[in-house]
């Protein structure tokens, strides 16, 4: 049996917008039905009574899941504009606002939910959010959009808690969070990323080289997750390895650039290859061109975990495109991101009658699974509570996707 034809890089697109509309459906509300606000509840589907102000101040927002949320819009709204940046091009149709516009006012809306500022107790949260505003905020400078003072008030702010969160102790790093006594790859690497992008290469080189000195395992080609502190005052590694550690370093390696962290990048995309897929479990799925089960990169369920693999393929993507990397390695991380898109999409499932009442637009919109290997009507059957971070992830993979695709369409 032959494998399936990849869909066009116009199929991408259209995917694309397809689950952009399905999540800014099922999740995205009005903060406290404030106009010029947007926020998006966590699961789905949410009891009425969350809607209020007392439902809305007592339930669970996750600050970081809502700035992946900023991210998402972004890429809608990178590929709105090349498009023209038309009514007619936006991702939700003319008659709804376009994704740049919505970015917006979903910051508005966390900086509201947070209590009127942008910092949190987590340096890594934060990081997140930084490197989302930066690509919102060019976005907003080549579509002419109004925000930009907003967005350097934003940058200027986090950027003051990144400088703190950087410090000697433990040879180097970024600490987790405030209480000072984990230093990790989840806040090092997105830092590490955001100054590499904001003009302070020797702040990101510094950072990445405490990585590869302290976190990098050179017999998986992938780096753990983090160091602390003994009370005896020896550094103790937590070699657990998750999916979405790897993204930002990645990314950070590719923007610093140079042979040295080139050939890292590439290695970690070996490893990424090797040690973080599975083969597909679903019976749909078309095998791979030896006849073997397809693989697809590991998914880690619900909760936080369910956006880690998104936010890995996010950076895949960029290597994918970087003509600097020998064509093996873009071949292979074009492949990861692309399969695992194929696996999301062929194993989505429509909402429906069984999900409970739905409101107006909702009927229909696909829903995700939380595991590219399975299909959805076995990790989310109908009835399901589904969690914003599964689907974030489904939809962020399939960016890369579309963005794997038109990058090779332009060549």
Not at 69 to 91: H, K, M
Not at 149 to 158: I, K, M
Request: neutral net charge; glycine residues 10%.
């Amino acid at each position: 049996m032959t494998s399936a034809a990849a869909p066009s890089p116009i199929d991408w697109q259209e995917r694309a917008n397809v689950a952009a509309r399905s999540v800014t459906a099922l999740f995205g509300r009005k903060l406290f039905f404030l106009p010029g606000t947007h926020l998006a509840v966590v699961k789905w589907p949410a009891p009425a009574w969350r809607f209020g102000l007392k439902g809305t101040l007592l339930q669970p927002w996750h600050y970081w899941w809502q700035a992946h949320y900023v991210d998402c819009l972004v890429d809608a709204g990178r590929r709105e504009l090349g498009n023209r940046a038309t009514p007619a091009s936006g991702f939700d149709g003319p008659s709804n606002p376009g994704a740049g516009r919505l970015a917006s006012r979903l910051l508005t809306g966390m900086w509201l939910r947070n209590a009127f500022t942008y910092v949190n107790n987590y340096y890594d949260d934060m990081a997140w959010l930084a490197l989302a505003v930066l690509r919102l905020d060019t976005l907003a400078e080549e579509t002419c959009n109004a925000g930009r003072r907003r967005n350097a008030r934003v940058r200027t702010s986090l950027t003051l808690q990144f400088d703190a969160a950087c410090t000697g102790d433990m040879g180097g790093g970024a600490f987790w969070s405030k209480k000072r006594d984990f230093k990790n790859t989840p806040a090092t690497a997105p830092i590490a990323l955001y100054y590499a992008r904001t003009g302070h290469p020797a702040k990101a080189q510094a950072l990445l080289d405490w990585l590869d000195a302290t976190l990098f395992d050179p017999d998986q080609n992938l780096y753990l997750d983090g160091a602390r502190l003994s009370s005896e005052g020896n550094v103790l590694i937590d070699r657990a390895v998750y999916t979405y550690n790897q993204g930002p370093v990645l990314g950070a390696l590719l923007e610093v650039g140079g042979e040295a962290s080139l050939a890292r990048a590439a290695a970690l995309v070996e490893g990424v290859d090797r040690l973080l897929t599975v083969p597909v479990r679903n019976a749909s799925a078309a095998p791979d061109t030896e006849g073997a089960p397809r693989k697809v990169l590991r998914c880690d369920g619900t909760g936080d975990g369910g956006l880690f693999t998104g936010i890995l393929c996010r950076y895949l993507a960029l290597a994918a495109a970087d003509a600097r990397l020998h064509e093996r390695t873009r071949t292979t991380a074009a492949r990861l991101v692309v399969d695992t898109a194929v696996a999301l999409w062929d194993g989505k499932r429509p909402a429906g009658p069984g999900d409970g009442p739905l409101r107006k637009g909702q009927p229909g919109r696909p829903i995700f699974s939380m595991h590219a290997a399975d299909p959805a009507d076995a990790t989310y059957p109908p009835g399901s509570v589904v969690e914003l971070s599964t689907q974030l992830q489904a939809w962020m993979v399939i960016e890369a996707a579309a963005s794997i695709t038109m990058a090779e369409q332009s060549l």
